[in-house]
């Protein structure tokens, strides 16, 4: 899929109406066919079935015209439980959890249910005749509006059990690592081309430094949601380039910022057109806010977004700062036991693409830098912060990440002794240190 396609798909599935207005238009097919099948057909419901059928116009008219209006009204109260709950997780959790409950497909769908079914029966109002010339009752559709409106019930008892579910901490917290490990089981840039060979890379990095590179620069601000792997690749190989992608994803660029730097891969090649290179910011998607796809880091910073909204002095929610530190040791730990993919892309015969992404280490980083600063005193979230370091330590076996999880360990041990304020609470973090440092010895 292109990538503005793709974007606005995924703005699509995002919004509050899409799926409701789908499902209305699924009402008026709905209501036009029931309503045709009782007009063309030679069933009779009413005199075969009168108890369920027999309703009469006037009848008919008072039911659809209830279930309507109550339908109506119950969409309304779902629209402002369903902002209420917006409101409470920014303010209780944070911001970046927003999107999250905008696209939650059960929602969406409640919302739309009642909304399809307040459509369905005003079509269907509208068709039913009463006087004696030209009279028409669509027994079968005035039956079937019945039916959906005890739909309703239910649906109705499945949203309050929803809501009330999806505002628990565990719930959110598990919903947010879910979206980062599975964003983590293909790197970015894992699918863009194939990794260069050794000998390729080397060659590629030195002429890479030693030639003049051709500039892209941005149209617009925002964030850098995500690159077309298939089609910078694409453009690299039709145009005889090597392409370097300057900005990272979840990158905040300005207007006429770096976003591209572009030269042909063989020495004294004609450079490549203008033309050519103002089809390349169409391959990166900026956008005003971040998103997960490509964006492990992202799904990261919203997990410690909630721990340090936790820890502030308004909240002081240790057990909620705590159940997160378990979620990021969870991603810690699926980072340290995976390979990361080399920047350096090639087609499958010479390199094309070197782009930037974030290294173990700058993952690290982000998941613990904020927390222990904000744990300052805290000798719970501290020891806390030593296990999630020690069960990432126990899934790696390389030396480089091993250290990068010891420079970590020290950091909270000495944040521990310069800011707890009692010695059996620095013990308590010193023998925990003690402990575990097996597990990130190099």
Same mark, same amino acid.
């Given at each position: 899929?292109?990538?503005?396609?793709?974007?606005?798909?995924?703005?699509?599935?995002?919004s509050?109406? $899409? #799926?409701?207005?789908l499902? *209305? @238009?699924?009402a008026?097919? /709905? !209501?036009? =066919?029931? %309503?045709?099948?009782?007009a063309?057909?030679?069933?009779?419901?009413?005199?075969?079935?009168?108890?369920?059928f027999?309703?009469?116009?006037?009848?008919?008219?008072?039911?659809?015209?209830?279930?309507?209006?109550?339908?109506?009204?119950?969409?309304?109260?779902?629209?402002?439980?369903?902002?209420?709950?917006?409101?409470?997780?920014?303010?209780?959790?944070?911001?970046?959890?927003?999107?999250?409950?905008?696209?939650?497909?059960?929602?969406?769908?409640?919302?739309?249910?009642?909304?399809?079914?307040?459509?369905?029966?005003?079509?269907?109002?509208?068709t039913?005749?009463g006087?004696?010339?030209?009279? $028409? #009752?669509p027994?079968t559709? *005035? @039956?079937?509006?019945?039916? /959906? !409106?005890? =739909?309703? %019930?239910?649906?109705?008892?499945?949203?309050?059990?929803?809501?009330?579910?999806?505002?628990?901490?565990?719930?959110i917290l598990?919903?947010?690592?879910?979206?980062?490990?599975?964003?983590?089981?293909?790197?970015?840039?894992?699918?863009?081309?194939?990794?260069?060979?050794?000998?390729?890379?080397?060659?590629?990095?030195?002429?890479?430094?030693?030639?003049?590179?051709?500039?892209?620069?941005?149209?617009?601000?925002?964030?850098v949601?995500?690159?077309n792997?298939?089609?910078?690749?694409?453009?690299?190989?039709?145009?005889?380039?090597?392409?370097?992608?300057?900005?990272?994803?979840?990158?905040?660029?300005?207007e006429?910022?770096?976003?591209?730097?572009?030269?042909?891969?063989?020495p004294?090649?004609?450079?490549?057109?203008?033309?050519?290179?103002?089809?390349?910011?169409?391959?990166?998607?900026?956008?005003?806010?971040?998103?997960?796809?490509?964006?492990?880091?992202?799904?990261?910073?919203?997990?410690?977004?909630?721990?340090?909204?936790?820890l502030?002095?308004?909240?002081?929610?240790?057990?909620?700062?705590?159940?997160?530190i378990?979620?990021?040791?969870?991603?810690?730990?699926r980072?340290?036991?995976?390979?990361?993919?080399?920047?350096l892309?090639?087609?499958?015969?010479?390199?094309?693409?070197?782009?930037?992404?974030?290294?173990?280490?700058?993952?690290?980083?982000?998941?613990?830098?904020?927390?222990?600063?904000?744990?300052?005193?805290?000798?719970?979230?501290?020891?806390?912060?030593?296990?999630?370091?020690?069960?990432?330590?126990?899934?790696?076996?390389?030396?480089?990440?091993?250290?990068?999880?010891?420079?970590q360990?020290?950091?909270?041990?000495?944040?521990?002794?310069?800011?707890?304020?009692?010695?059996?609470?620095?013990?308590?973090?010193?023998?925990?240190?003690?402990?575990?440092?097996?597990?990130?010895?190099?």
């Amino acid at each position: 899929m292109p990538t503005n396609l793709r974007y606005y798909w995924q703005q699509l599935q995002e919004s509050l109406w $899409f #799926v409701p207005g789908l499902l *209305v @238009l699924g009402a008026f097919g /709905l !209501a036009y =066919g029931v %309503v045709e099948f009782d007009a063309r057909t030679s069933f009779d419901g009413d005199k075969r079935f009168p108890l369920l059928f027999g309703a009469g116009a006037e009848g008919s008219r008072g039911m659809l015209t209830a279930i309507a209006g109550s339908m109506l009204t119950v969409a309304a109260l779902v629209f402002s439980l369903t902002l209420s709950t917006i409101s409470q997780v920014s303010s209780q959790y944070s911001p970046r959890v927003l999107r999250n409950f905008m696209r939650d497909r059960g929602n969406q769908v409640v919302m739309g249910y009642f909304v399809g079914v307040f459509a369905y029966c005003l079509i269907v109002l509208g068709t039913i005749r009463g006087n004696d010339e030209q009279r $028409f #009752v669509p027994s079968t559709a *005035v @039956l079937l509006g019945l039916v /959906l !409106a005890l =739909g309703g %019930v239910v649906a109705l008892i499945y949203f309050i059990h929803h809501i009330a579910e999806s505002l628990q901490t565990g719930t959110i917290l598990h919903r947010i690592s879910n979206e980062t490990l599975n964003a983590m089981n293909e790197l970015f840039p894992a699918e863009l081309g194939d990794p260069a060979a050794p000998e390729q890379a080397a060659d590629a990095l030195a002429f890479a430094a030693l030639h003049s590179w051709q500039t892209v620069c941005s149209t617009q601000a925002g964030y850098v949601q995500r690159l077309n792997a298939t089609g910078i690749m694409r453009w690299a190989k039709q145009h005889h380039a090597l392409l370097r992608a300057e900005q990272p994803i979840g990158a905040f660029v300005g207007e006429e910022a770096l976003l591209f730097s572009v030269r042909p891969d063989t020495p004294g090649a004609d450079a490549i057109p203008a033309a050519a290179l103002k089809e390349l910011p169409d391959q990166m998607v900026v956008a005003r806010h971040r998103s997960i796809e490509q964006d492990v880091a992202f799904g990261i910073q919203q997990l410690v977004d909630i721990t340090l909204r936790a820890l502030s002095s308004g909240v002081n929610d240790t057990t909620t700062a705590i159940m997160a530190i378990d979620h990021l040791a969870l991603a810690s730990q699926r980072l340290a036991s995976r390979p990361f993919p080399p920047r350096l892309r090639s087609d499958g015969q010479q390199p094309r693409v070197l782009a930037q992404a974030m290294d173990f280490a700058g993952y690290m980083r982000l998941a613990f830098d904020l927390v222990r600063i904000n744990a300052e005193g805290n000798h719970a979230v501290l020891r806390r912060l030593l296990r999630a370091l020690a069960l990432a330590a126990q899934a790696t076996g390389t030396a480089e990440r091993k250290k990068v999880l010891a420079e970590q360990a020290e950091l909270l041990l000495a944040c521990a002794n310069s800011t707890l304020s009692t010695d059996y609470e620095k013990q308590a973090v010193q023998a925990l240190h003690a402990e575990l440092k097996a597990s990130w010895q190099v």
